[in-house]
């Protein structure tokens, strides 16, 4: 699972970009839960509205919001998957995510203390996983969100096994 | 619940001489060991070996014996005491509710019953909480076992311990007993599976801290039962007291007492002096009670104790303002006239509120001691009331933060506390047993967190590296920013709401003053590495410079937000199991900040960066 091709992030000159990218279906996830997020605001401004009979204020509140959530949900999906990527190492776990910020995390395999896959119902209906795996740092666990299920289940093997080769307390 | 004779005579101090967990016979201990099956309980180790080859200077006469015997490891219950401690503890909190009970119902009567239901209830929990709660220290393991119903065995490998902390507050320390916390490094943010034991002798909990840190001593054995939590001062080494010792009459004062407390059992038994080197590092002196008002601890006292008189207040339904007292004092302070008023009002309140911050800071520093013991642990002393006593293990230690807010800085003073995996760092350091030295001068504080880590002094004091321009520019953008944001929502405010022009032209003067803060900021931000150690500086009203050993980073995280990329800046943030977890370097240029984790690292960071990956590092 390593990629041998150097690439300069272009966030971070400096610094490369991990290898992988994330489940190309991880886009319809991320923009179905913005858009179903965005939808219950929308829709507890209607009601309050509908109280108040819609006066103009709360048209205008209206669109305004609908418009935001819109554009979050068509742009922060692919922006996100442009950021996000991922690689294990023999030596350490490093990935980049984020989007309007962006976060760059590196956690040593010799220091990972748990692996474990989280399928949130959403997940599960896009036949994605997610991997987390923390350290002694209660600060430092490095989470790999939009992975394709397999993927994901064998990941958790490779590190499970890779973890568990390293002695000592991890701290 | 069957449970071997011994165990409970053992625990009171006058049996101590018998080193039980060594002349206990095997089979006692395997009756009572029905749960975890511990690999192999009796076998001779470290806890066997006798001191002399930990390099310390220990009498072997109470312990030579101990090495031909079979170790033997036993459960052991807490003290009997503990048995009224329990209830009346909980009785105490239960307190408020009780008198609001009886209050409630004293018409029907029934107000009595529900009284003796609760004390019931307390003295049966206290029985229980006795009966069921047993420990177990083996060469490898310390198991903890408790509960009636559901039986939980807490278990935890012995070179895991990081820290023992002894505390005792006033009913402890009338029945002569304490509470020893094991920090365990796991958990370390969550309270459900503390590691700890109420109400054991003070005898009890200086072995404790002896087998699990020093990894020397017999447990039960003869130790001199020096209460943990009193000022020791007898084995330190004569030439060795520092000259902040002997400088104050509280210094001398406790010395004076901790001194045969500490010998007076050894010397009984005919045996050297138990030799546990120990070195002072720092005392509170009385001075330094000057400091206290500058912190937020007077603050926090102020807020207990207003939450504890409206509790009280609630529940026995008095009214405070129609009390005689209170009705006089309002009735005299509404004949003033209004300037009158002001002064007297502000001193009243600034009297008070000094008064309470130095009564906080002498219920918690108290006879405050950091000293060095043994060849590897620190112990802190401190509590008026309430006493405790910390021992760090200096394996664990893995960097210090000097604290000093704002009005602290002003008068030169700072705080330091220890980062240390196993301590929890939160709200209130010093709550949490990890402060190193109190709320003193600065020159103290930097003295103290270079002599504990070893440091050349300059890493605690001298400059860093600053960050350039455009972190600069961003400490100014973000404070006025954001000062202009409250500016125009008092604007708005004012407008809407037809209020008086000179609340938003009195709103003006937030652009100065977050424009001195950001200078203030930037000058506070900072970064040095040097010798393996990381330093960062961040802050103005809070400002902390953290220290923390290279060796202690277990990982990086890289922040950048939009704004930030356009600043050609990051921020860089190490990951750690120590104290906070994770330390900062904020809005660092990015190229220095690589280069900052490359070094820190070694190896962890090359192989991710773009022109080094094929270089050699």
Not at chain 2, 21 to 43: K, L
Not at chain 2, 161 to 174: E, F, S, Y
Not at chain 2, 414 to 439: F, K, Q
Request: with cysteine; hydrophobic share 50%; proline share 5%.
């Amino acid at each position: 699972m390593t990629t041998d091709n150097v690439v300069a992030d272009p966030l971070l000159p400096g610094l490369r970009v991990p290898g992988n990218r994330v489940s190309r279906r991880a886009i319809s996830y991320w923009t179905a839960r913005a858009a179903a997020s965005g939808a219950v605001v929308v829709a507890v401004e209607l009601v309050l509205a509908a109280v108040s009979g819609f006066p103009a204020i709360w048209r205008a509140a209206i669109v305004v919001t609908a418009t935001f959530v819109g554009l979050h949900a068509i742009i922060m999906p692919r922006w996100r998957y442009r950021v996000h990527r991922w690689e294990v190492t023999d030596e350490a776990l490093y990935t980049r995510s984020g989007w309007f910020s962006v976060h760059w995390r590196i956690a040593p395999i010799s220091r990972i203390q748990t692996i474990d896959s989280h399928r949130s119902v959403g997940e599960r209906l896009f036949g994605l996983a997610n991997v987390t795996a923390t350290t002694a740092s209660a600060a430092g666990p490095v989470r790999i969100h939009g992975l394709d299920r397999e993927l994901a289940d064998r990941l958790l093997d490779q590190l499970a096994v890779a973890t568990g080769q390293t002695p000592g307390d991890a701290t | 619940m069957t449970v071997p004779e011994m165990t409970g005579a053992s625990d009171e101090t006058a049996m101590a001489p018998v080193p039980v967990g060594v002349t206990a016979d095997p089979s006692v201990a395997e009756q009572s060991d029905a749960g975890p099956s511990d690999p192999q309980p009796f076998d001779a180790g470290p806890f066997a070996a006798g001191p002399s080859d930990r390099g310390l200077a220990m009498a072997g006469a109470g312990l030579a014996g101990a090495g031909s015997g079979v170790p033997g490891a036993r459960w052991r219950r807490l003290s009997r005491r503990s048995m009224v401690v329990r209830p009346l503890t909980d009785l105490v909190r239960l307190l408020p509710l009780l008198a609001g009970l009886l209050i409630l119902h004293s018409r029907t009567g029934s107000g009595l019953l529900w009284g003796a239901a609760a004390s019931v209830f307390a003295i049966v929990t206290g029985l229980v909480h006795w009966a069921t709660t047993r420990y177990l220290i083996t060469d490898e393991r310390v198991y903890l076992r408790r509960g009636l119903l559901n039986q939980k065995t807490l278990s935890v490998a012995r070179d895991r311990v990081r820290t023992v902390d002894v505390t005792a507050h006033l009913l402890h320390r009338a029945l002569g007993v304490c509470r020893v916390s094991i920090g365990t490094g796991r958990n370390d943010l969550r309270s459900s599976e503390n590691f700890h034991l109420d109400g054991v002798t003070r005898a009890d909990a200086e072995s404790l801290r002896l087998v699990l840190l020093s990894g020397v001593g017999e447990f039960g054995a003869d130790e001199p039962a020096a209460a943990p939590a009193r000022p020791q001062a007898a084995p330190a080494e004569p030439g060795e007291a520092p000259a902040l010792a002997g400088q104050s009459a509280l210094a001398g004062q406790s010395a004076a007492a901790g001194q045969p407390a500490a010998a007076g059992p050894a010397a009984l038994a005919g045996q050297p002096v138990l030799a546990e080197r120990t070195t002072e590092l720092v005392r509170l002196r009385v001075s330094w009670l000057l400091f206290a008002p500058l912190t937020m601890t007077g603050l926090v006292v102020l807020g207990v104790l207003f939450g504890a008189i409206l509790q009280i207040t609630n529940a026995t339904d008095i009214n405070l303002a129609a009390t005689g007292p209170v009705r006089h004092v309002v009735a005299d302070f509404t004949a003033f006239s209004v300037l009158q008023r002001i002064l007297v009002g502000g001193s009243v309140v600034l009297v008070g509120y000094v008064l309470i911050a130095m009564a906080g800071y002498i219920a918690v520093f108290w006879n405050f001691r950091l000293a060095g013991q043994g060849a590897d642990t620190l112990r802190v002393t401190r509590g008026l009331l309430s006493i405790r006593a910390t021992t760090i293990s200096l394996s664990r230690l893995r960097g210090v933060e000097i604290s000093e807010p704002l009005l602290l800085r002003a008068a030169r003073g700072a705080r330091c506390v220890a980062i240390a995996t196993g301590l929890h760092v939160g709200r209130g350091a010093e709550r949490d047993g990890s402060a190193l030295v109190p709320p003193a001068p600065r020159a103290v504080a930097q003295r103290v967190a270079s002599a504990v880590l070893g440091l050349p002094d300059d890493i605690c004091s001298g400059p860093l590296e600053s960050h350039g321009r455009a972190a600069r520019r961003r400490r100014y953008t973000r404070a006025l920013a954001g000062a202009v944001l409250i500016i125009a929502a008092i604007c708005l405010a004012t407008w809407a709401q037809d209020g008086p022009a000179w609340v938003w032209v009195a709103s003006l003067a937030l652009l100065p003053a977050s424009a001195l803060i950001a200078a203030d900021r930037y000058r506070s931000l900072g970064h040095r590495l040097a010798g393996g150690w990381l330093v960062s500086r961040t802050g103005s009203l809070a400002r902390r410079r953290n220290i923390i050993s290279a060796d202690a980073i277990i990982g990086w995280r890289i922040h950048q937000t939009w704004f930030q990329r356009r600043q050609g800046l990051l921020t860089l943030t190490a990951t750690t199991a120590a104290g906070q977890q994770h330390y900062s370097v904020r809005d660092i240029p990015v190229a220095d900040g690589l280069a900052l984790a490359a070094a820190a690292t070694g190896d962890l960071l090359l192989p991710f960066l773009q022109e080094r990956a094929a270089a050699d590092p």
